[in-house]
């Protein structure tokens, strides 16, 4: 796979019409890494969400947001992070689409503090790895090699408190509330079987 790029042909028209090609280029020189420094793993490390974005095979797009319990993704080394996939409406938009497209783009906001970092780069996904053992209510792991990471101007990022971590959020011996949407009558026929109510 080829090296990836930080600007491409579009980006640089859009650039050179706003004449900020040289401050692209200094934020680039400046911010961008390829190895997840001390402070980006401990950013990660206390992040309760991300965003995800994706695209198939023809390049349609898909963003999702992600959340859990901090530390519930993990940098596993240099260039490495690991993301659990929990139990969702059972779509798979986003990560369906890392099986025809691998490339995928994280977002990690930290409303209270107001900053936010970037993660570019390529995924797996697998239903064996090692660490399922470790992630309570994870279905499989979505490993992403980084290519990209930088910060984000967080000039316009609103501050906000948490108020409290989902009740869905997974957690060594918690059995999480049954989401209600479930429980609809439009969607209880569709439901797999370890989700129907008469599930043994």
């Known amino acids: 796979m080829a090296e990836p790029t930080m600007y491409h042909a579009g980006m640089r028209q859009l650039q050179d019409a706003r004449d900020t090609r040289r401050l692209a280029d200094r934020l680039a020189q400046v911010t961008l ?3 997840f420094s001390e402070e980006d793993r401990a950013f990660i490390a206390r992040a309760a969400m991300l965003f995800v974005a994706t695209a198939d095979a023809q390049g349609g ?13 993990r940098v596993l080394d240099e260039s490495t992070l690991a993301i659990p996939d929990y139990d969702g409406n059972g779509m798979y938009r986003s990560w369906g689409n890392l099986l025809v497209n691998p490339r995928v783009g994280l977002l990690f906001p930290d409303f209270e503090r107001q900053q936010r970092l970037r993660v570019n780069g390529v995924a797996s996904i697998r239903a ?3 660490l399922l053992a470790q992630c309570p209510g994870a279905v499989f792991i979505v490993r992403v ?14 501050k906000m408190q948490l108020f409290e971590h989902s009740v869905h959020a997974p957690r060594p011996d918690y059995e999480p509330p049954v989401p209600a949407w479930k429980g609809f009558a439009e969607f209880r026929d569709a439901l797999p079987a370890r989700d129907r109510p008469d599930a043994v």
Request: a neutral charge; aromatic letters at 12%.
């Open 33 to 35: 890494r390829r190895r």
């Open 61 to 73: 797009p898909d963003c999702s947001y992600k959340g859990g319990l901090p530390g519930f993704v």
């Open 128 to 130: 064996d790895d090692e």
């Open 145 to 158: 090699s980084a290519e990209l990471i930088f910060p984000n101007c967080p000039r316009y990022l609103h």
